[in-house]
């Protein structure tokens, strides 16, 4: 018997297969079938499918393996065709979300969600959020959630559910009125973005605040191992990962108690990791970019949808003895680098394990400008208490071998600006960047 607690996607898993357990071979050969019939569904069904994959029609899907045989849908794709890949009636649609674009071309995302979609999301949240809380549990929800359908209103949603008691908060503004909610609602659970919730604990321990937290759920945003590290020295809270996006119905995977990657929902998505440039599979192990493929969506299925993130497949069972797949932490997004030449690159991965390892850093934004003969990156950032910042701030960019060799060789300018966290953070802040001006 496993002395780790297994992830509660087993359960939800083998209940989708047909059973109380389920071995990785039975979960194969259930989503074998489900794929089959998704890609049938598309091609009945869906306009844009039925063109992309024209090709495809009769084509035999003998094993997981033979996906690898068709093409790719891109973000792109959503963004210029997105009506057109459903396959219900948009009568049938309860939920439709826009995503903004950040790339060069204006357009935006759309997202088409059926009821049963809905309540797919809802059973991920009540069984995912069942690995950190327990019936009667209060837990604090640091997501927007003022609209219906959005993230924070659905795991309110889900929570109430299973028993537990969500208290709804939007994004931090305040450091101290979120820090006095905790104290007042005795919440032992937070649920939010990873910089948020970290500039939250070292402005609480700033002003000496004992605080409930036991456990911590991060979410919106990669994961630095810095943060994860600094909420438990100074809560001594378990912290949880989760992986998840709009265009999956926002779950995708939660870690178990071994916190050993996300276990992988695969009872509802395939998942592959391909070579960036050439799409040709990785094996388990090797780092490329996640491509998903819904397995029980009708509304709007995705097949071979490329996400843009970066990470692999951690090879081997996990200590808690459960045979979903589990997925590394995302290293950074596909078109998150930043080039220096010969000097190679860094990522907002890299600033942030750098940069938060500053004792009493609650925040920074990077900007790199490319426009001249020496690339520029500007870091603004704020202490808990700022003397002797710059200092702080050069040096931990030094550990980042690419800039500080950028540096040494005069190809790379840096500008610090370090100022004193006034208890105030940036409206939004869940999906962080690092703003290029070319």
Same mark, same amino acid.
């Given at each position: 018997?496993?002395?780790?607690?297994?992830?509660?996607?087993?359960?939800?898993?083998? +209940?989708?297969?047909?059973?109380?357990?389920?071995?990785? +071979?039975?979960?194969?050969?259930?989503?074998?079938?489900?794929?089959?019939?998704?890609?049938?569904?598309?091609?009945?069904?869906?306009?844009?499918?039925?063109? $992309?994959?024209?090709?495809?029609?009769?084509?035999?899907?003998?094993?997981?393996?033979?996906?690898?045989?068709?093409?790719?849908?891109?973000?792109? @794709?959503?963004?210029?065709?997105?009506?057109?890949?459903?396959?219900?009636?948009?009568?049938?649609?309860?939920?439709?979300?826009?995503?903004?674009?950040?790339?060069?071309?204006?357009?935006?995302?759309?997202?088409?969600?059926?009821?049963?979609?809905?309540?797919?999301?809802?059973?991920?949240?009540?069984?995912?959020?069942?690995?950190?809380?327990?019936?009667?549990?209060?837990?604090?929800?640091? $997501?927007?959630?003022?609209?219906?359908?959005?993230?924070? @209103?659905?795991?309110?949603?889900?929570?109430?559910?299973?028993? %537990?008691?969500?208290?709804?908060?939007?994004?931090?503004?305040?450091?101290?009125?979120?820090?006095?909610? %905790?104290?007042?609602?005795?919440?032992?659970?937070?649920?939010?973005?990873?910089?948020?919730?970290?500039?939250?604990?070292?402005?609480?321990?700033?002003?000496?605040?004992?605080?409930?937290?036991?456990?911590?759920?991060?979410?919106?945003?990669?994961?630095?191992?810095?943060?994860?590290?600094?909420?438990?020295? %100074?809560?001594?809270?378990?912290?949880?990962?989760?992986?998840?996006?709009?265009?999956?119905?926002?779950?995708?995977?939660?870690?178990?108690?071994?916190?050993?990657?996300?276990?992988?929902?695969?009872?509802?998505? $395939?998942?592959?990791?391909?070579? =960036?440039?050439?799409?040709?599979?990785?094996?388990?192990?090797?780092?490329? +970019?996640?491509?998903?493929?819904?397995?029980?969506?009708?509304?709007? =299925?995705?097949?071979?949808?490329?996400?843009?993130? %970066?990470?692999?497949?951690?090879?081997? =069972?996990?200590?808690?003895?459960?045979? $979903?797949?589990?997925?590394? =932490?995302?290293?950074?997004?596909?078109?998150?680098?930043?080039?220096?030449?010969?000097?190679?690159?860094?990522? #907002?991965?890299?600033?942030?394990?750098?940069?938060?390892?500053?004792?009493?850093?609650?925040?920074?934004?990077?900007?790199?400008?490319?426009?001249?003969?020496?690339?520029?990156?500007?870091?603004?950032?704020?202490?808990?208490?700022?003397?002797?910042?710059?200092?702080?701030?050069?040096?931990?960019?030094?550990?980042?071998?690419?800039?500080?060799?950028?540096?040494?060789?005069? @190809? #790379?300018?840096?500008?610090?600006?370090?100022?004193?966290?006034?208890?105030?953070?940036?409206?939004?802040?869940?999906?962080?960047?690092?703003?290029?001006?070319?």
């Amino acid at each position: 018997m496993s002395a780790i607690a297994r992830t509660r996607l087993d359960a939800w898993a083998a +209940e989708k297969i047909g059973g109380t357990a389920f071995s990785r +071979e039975q979960l194969e050969r259930y989503q074998l079938a489900k794929l089959r019939a998704t890609v049938d569904w598309a091609l009945d069904n869906s306009p844009f499918y039925r063109d $992309l994959l024209a090709g495809r029609a009769g084509t035999s899907l003998d094993s997981l393996a033979d996906l690898s045989l068709f093409p790719f849908t891109t973000a792109d @794709d959503l963004r210029r065709h997105g009506p057109r890949f459903l396959c219900v009636s948009q009568s049938d649609i309860s939920r439709v979300v826009t995503l903004d674009s950040s790339g060069t071309t204006g357009a935006a995302k759309r997202l088409y969600f059926t009821p049963a979609d809905r309540e797919a999301t809802l059973a991920f949240f009540s069984y995912g959020m069942a690995n950190l809380v327990e019936k009667g549990d209060k837990v604090l929800i640091l $997501l927007p959630g003022e609209r219906p359908g959005g993230v924070g @209103d659905l795991l309110a949603t889900a929570l109430q559910r299973g028993g %537990i008691r969500p208290v709804p908060h939007g994004f931090v503004r305040s450091l101290s009125a979120t820090l006095a909610v %905790i104290a007042r609602e005795q919440t032992g659970c937070l649920v939010g973005a990873p910089a948020q919730v970290l500039a939250l604990a070292r402005w609480a321990e700033s002003d000496g605040l004992a605080l409930p937290v036991k456990s911590v759920l991060l979410s919106t945003d990669h994961v630095p191992r810095i943060v994860v590290s600094e909420l438990k020295r %100074i809560w001594g809270c378990d912290v949880f990962e989760h992986y998840g996006m709009t265009e999956l119905g926002l779950g995708g995977g939660t870690d178990c108690a071994a916190h050993a990657g996300c276990h992988l929902h695969e009872a509802d998505f $395939l998942f592959e990791i391909v070579d =960036p440039a050439t799409g040709v599979p990785m094996p388990a192990g090797e780092e490329g +970019e996640v491509v998903v493929t819904t397995l029980v969506r009708r509304g709007m =299925p995705l097949i071979r949808y490329r996400t843009g993130d %970066i990470s692999r497949i951690i090879p081997g =069972p996990c200590l808690c003895g459960s045979p $979903l797949r589990r997925l590394a =932490p995302v290293a950074r997004r596909k078109d998150g680098f930043v080039a220096l030449g010969g000097h190679g690159g860094f990522t #907002l991965a890299d600033l942030d394990e750098a940069l938060f390892a500053i004792p009493g850093l609650t925040g920074f934004t990077a900007a790199v400008d490319n426009r001249r003969r020496a690339t520029r990156l500007t870091i603004t950032a704020s202490l808990a208490a700022a003397p002797g910042g710059e200092r702080k701030l050069s040096a931990a960019l030094e550990t980042v071998p690419a800039i500080r060799h950028a540096r040494q060789a005069g @190809d #790379l300018a840096v500008a610090l600006t370090v100022g004193r966290c006034r208890g105030e953070l940036e409206p939004g802040a869940a999906k962080r960047a690092i703003v290029e001006l070319n």
